[in-house]
């Protein structure tokens, strides 16, 4: 006879994953805004993923565009600034579509300025709106994320949009107002975050 098992001990990444996740937990009730948030979310992620490169692209102001405004790593003030149109590219696949994508850079040229590798790029969504996309480039000729890796990021960028929109809505608040995580108190933020 077998017995029930309990739920597994947390892993190495799992720790990881929730010191990340509660460092942006302290800089919401320290009051940061959104836009200070995202080189934070960043960093965690390339370092969540081992990654030399990670970064974050916001909709640009026509609606129709994603822009790289954060990032995190080698060679990222070579592709920060850079605009690609929403309806042609992979950053403008995971946007709409809310899902993950996984990828070679090499496969998309909307992508200038970045060496061919492995790309994962999540939506930051909060359940009701997509925010933008969070990207982590592997090395060159690097093998794609795995299944873990892609879990532990995914799990990562919807907590931490969830934590990004809790400040902006912290901040927006009246004061003496408090503010549920999900209750009525919670004022959406035009998109984009701020930057």
């Known amino acids: ?45 390339r370092a969540l993923s081992h990654v030399p490169l990670a970064f974050i692209a916001l909709p640009g102001e026509d609606g129709n565009t994603l822009r790289i405004e954060v990032t995190a790593g080698v060679g990222g003030d070579r592709i920060r600034g850079q605009s690609v149109r929403r309806g042609r590219s992979i950053l403008g696949r995971a946007f709409s579509t809310r899902r993950a994508v ?12 970045l060496p061919a590798g492995p790309i994962l790029i999540l939506p930051l969504e909060t359940g009701e709106v997509t925010r933008g996309v969070l990207a982590v480039l592997g090395r060159v000729g690097g093998e794609p994320f795995s299944p873990a890796t892609a879990r532990q990021l ?42």
């Not at 990828?103 to 300025?113: E, N, P, S």
């Not at 995914?154 to 912290?170: K, N, T």
């Open 1 to 45: 006879m077998t017995w029930p098992v309990g739920p597994a001990a947390p892993t190495e990444a799992d720790r990881r994953r929730h010191d990340a996740a509660f460092d942006l937990m302290t800089a919401v009730l320290n009051g940061t805004r959104p836009a200070a948030m995202l080189p934070l979310v960043a960093a965690h992620a």
């Open 102 to 113: 996984s990828a070679r850079v090499v496969a998309d040229q909307t992508l200038i300025g």
């Open 154 to 195: 995914l799990l990562f960028s919807d907590m931490a949009a969830r934590l990004i929109e809790l400040a902006g809505a912290r901040l927006a608040a009246p004061p003496g107002d408090a503010i549920a995580e999900d209750g009525p108190g919670v004022a959406p933020l035009g998109p984009p975050w701020p930057t």
